[in-house]
């Protein structure tokens, strides 16, 4: 991992830390719901406007899982 990853991307390596220690804390039913709503969250988005980063390149979120339809 770069050294300078936190810096690039705003301390985003921390959070991704925090959210994978907060998963192993969870238990088989709290995950099952957060990926509910997780896949409600994805078909909401889904049924947004697509949206372009600033290298041009258009995005289209897409479920993530079949469920999500």
Do not use: Y
């Amino acid at each position: 991992m770069n050294k300078d990853a936190d810096w690039i991307c705003g301390g985003w390596g921390d959070h991704e830390r925090g959210q994978l220690e907060a998963g192993a804390a969870m238990s088989f039913r709290e995950r099952l719901l957060w990926l509910q709503d997780a896949d409600r969250l994805a078909a909401t988005l889904e049924k947004q406007r697509p949206w372009i980063d600033g290298d041009g390149t258009v995005h289209a979120v897409r479920a993530v899982s079949p469920t999500a339809e």
